[in-house]
Nanobody, 122 residues
Framework: QVQLVESGGGLVQAGGPLRLSCVASGRTFSSYAITWFRQAPGKAREFVAGISWSGDNTYADSVKGRFAISRDNAKNTVYLQMNSLKPEDTAVYYC????????????????WGQGTQVTVSS
């Protein structure tokens, strides 16, 4: 069993930055991929970014050049640094985990956090 807790969401002006955190507990993530998805009201969950514990990462085309995913092993935490935010980035952001490589569809993931709301205004 793995528990994931997201934090760092809030209200931010368009063009501004925000950093999300995902703290993992329950067991080690030795071979786990950690991925951020997001979901806007009435919309399907959408892949944002993913990282393996070896440090390889991947991004959705919509956030390339604006978002950066990273991890801090000492804190067992994964971060999503979001820059140049746009209103279309508004969504609940979820941290997910699977004992495999990064995948881009929600059904591949075994563990989900409760999500953190990000709202971008102009």
């Amino acid at each position: 069993q793995v528990q994931l807790v997201e934090s760092g969401g809030g209200l931010v002006q368009a063009g501004g930055p925000l950093r999300l955190s995902c703290v993992a507990s329950g067991r080690t993530f030795s071979s786990y991929a950690i991925t951020w998805f997001r979901q806007a009201p009435g919309k399907a969950r959408e892949f944002v970014a993913g990282i393996s514990w070896s440090g390889d990462n991947t991004y959705a085309d919509s956030v390339k050049g604006r978002f950066a995913i990273s991890r801090d092993n000492a804190k067992n935490t994964v971060y999503l640094q979001m820059n140049s935010l746009k209103p279309e980035d508004t969504a609940v952001y979820y941290c997910t985990a699977r004992n495999a490589v990064v995948a881009r569809f929600p059904a591949a993931y075994d563990y989900w956090g409760q999500g953190t709301q990000v709202t971008v205004s102009s």
